[in-house]
């Protein structure tokens, strides 16, 4: 049975179908639960992972099954990858709605996160942080990459995903993503200094 | 230069940029991440969802999480919550209802437990949410929302300083947020009618509720619209 069939049945509550659902993926969605807080660094008490869980399970079934309907395996998607990002988008919106007050990787009002400001001695950083001039006319140089470029610095510098995982993501060798890295840095480079930044 | 200051400074330049870039407001929904993450999408598919990730920060955290959280695979889901889990949709076909339990303070009414959204300063909070911030004590009233098959009820509980509470129950379209005429709210304890009245305005107040344990229906013309059970403890 392909897993729009087995929605399906869910949706139409064919007998014990709701049941071999909660077999198949109510771990799935508890453990990724339990790993988007313990990845943020958040103490889930058992209490609140459980809460969760039901909400999640609740959004799902509420309305007839509105939730749950909306699958339609669109381009072949598997039921488990978008059980997966339903529990992450729930998760994380549950987290950003339960943020505290201050949050170290929180961004500032000037758009830099207090981590890299805490963090960074370096004085070639802090020239930069400090000249919004010379910011704004570096930033023009992001608009020389390509989507691909750009959507590797996001992943790989900005939120820190290691090479090999970017590997496996976009399904290239590790040469090729190491020279597309390289290729980035060197029109980067390229573009700053006309800019006026010298990069040694 | 280090390769690691640098990467620090196009992060940097980046999120300038990021910022003055104009927003894609037309976020992917899941299952078009789901099938990107796969490798399933259409090829101009994808690249509009790399443009999108690109410049989408919110967006960008979720595929941040499907790459990075590696789930622990001997977590068991508790007994008592998979039996839970299993009778949701049977307790979806019902009319529903709302729980709302509460702790009758001094100057402050305390949270028990709610199946409903709690508001806190301007917004309504899932419980698990309130749960997670250990929001638990409301100076004066506890305002809790829920949404039925066709109605939202609103219940308002305040405290009146003493052993006794104002409720006010308010019903609305959920879809249209209008009035909704020719409602009956009725308030029973113990299965006994307390007061009942024909709520033509939509909302309907209870005054001097002493503790106990009470059931409001709310009903149409025709039949039971929502249900709330609600039990005030000193």
New interface residues.
């Given amino acids: 049975m392909d897993d729009l069939q087995f929605v399906q049945n869910c949706v139409n509550?064919h007998p014990g179908a709701?049941?071999q659902f909660?077999d198949k993926y109510?771990?799935?969605i508890?453990?990724?639960i339990?790993?988007?807080f313990?990845?943020k660094g958040r103490n889930?008490?058992?209490?609140?992972v459980?809460?969760?869980?039901?909400?999640i399970?609740?959004s799902l079934?509420?309305?007839?099954?509105k939730k749950l309907r909306?699958?339609?395996a669109?381009?072949?998607?598997?039921l488990a990858?978008?059980l997966?990002?339903?529990t992450?988008?729930a998760?994380?919106d549950?987290l950003r709605?339960?943020k505290p007050a201050i949050s170290l990787d929180e961004?500032s009002e000037e758009?830099?996160s207090l981590i890299?400001k805490l963090s960074?001695d370096?004085i070639?950083?802090r020239e930069?942080?400090d000249n919004e001039e010379l910011?704004?006319r570096?930033?023009?140089?992001?608009?020389i990459l390509d989507?691909?470029e750009?959507?590797f610095?996001?992943?790989h510098?900005?939120?820190n995903?290691a090479l090999e995982?970017?590997r496996v993501?976009l399904?290239i060798s590790r040469s090729a993503i190491d020279m597309r890295k390289s290729r980035?840095?060197a029109k980067?480079?390229e573009c700053f200094k006309k800019k006026g930044f010298w990069?040694? | 230069m280090k390769d690691n200051v640098f990467n620090k400074i196009i992060g940097t330049i980046y999120q300038v940029w990021e910022k003055n870039h104009e927003r894609d407001v037309l976020h992917p929904d899941e299952e078009a991440i789901a099938a990107f993450l796969e490798g399933k999408s259409p090829s101009e598919e994808r690249m509009r969802i790399k443009s999108h990730l690109a410049r989408c920060q919110e967006c960008a955290a979720y595929i941040e999480m499907h790459l990075k959280v590696k789930p622990d695979e001997n977590l068991i889901v508790p007994v008592e919550i998979m039996r839970q889990a299993k009778e949701m949709p049977l307790a979806q076909q019902s009319t529903g209802f709302l729980e709302l339990i509460l702790v009758l303070k001094e100057k402050i009414l305390e949270l028990i437990s709610t199946t409903g959204d709690v508001l806190v300063g301007q917004e309504f909070i899932p419980s698990p949410v309130l749960r997670s911030r250990s929001i638990k004590d409301f100076e004066g009233k506890v305002i809790v929302l829920k949404d039925f098959k066709e109605i939202r009820v609103e219940i308002r509980v305040e405290n009146e300083q003493g052993s006794a509470s104002t409720v006010t129950v308010i019903a609305k379209n959920k879809l249209t947020q209008e009035i909704v005429r020719n409602l009956r709210i009725t308030l029973l304890k113990e299965g006994i009618e307390f007061e009942s009245y024909l709520a033509d305005s939509g909302q309907a107040t209870f005054q001097h509720i002493e503790l106990g344990k009470y059931t409001i229906e709310i009903s149409g013309v025709e039949e039971k619209m929502a249900s709330v059970i609600l039990e005030i403890k000193k």
């Avoid at chain 1, 079934?61 to 099954?65: A, L, M, P, T, W």
């Avoid at chain 1, 570096?138 to 608009?143: G, Q, V, W």
């Fill in positions: 509550q709701w049941e909660l109510a771990r799935l508890y453990s990724y339990h790993g988007v313990r990845y889930a008490s058992l209490d609140t459980n809460d969760i869980f039901q909400h399970l609740y079934v509420k309305d007839n099954f909306t699958f339609s669109r381009n072949g998607c598997s990858t978008w997966r990002q339903v992450i988008h998760s994380i549950i709605q339960s961004e758009g830099f890299e960074d370096s070639p950083v930069i942080l910011m704004k570096l930033a023009e140089c992001i608009n989507e691909d750009k959507y610095i996001e992943l510098i900005r939120r995903i995982d970017l993501h399904g980035i840095v980067l480079k990069v040694r």
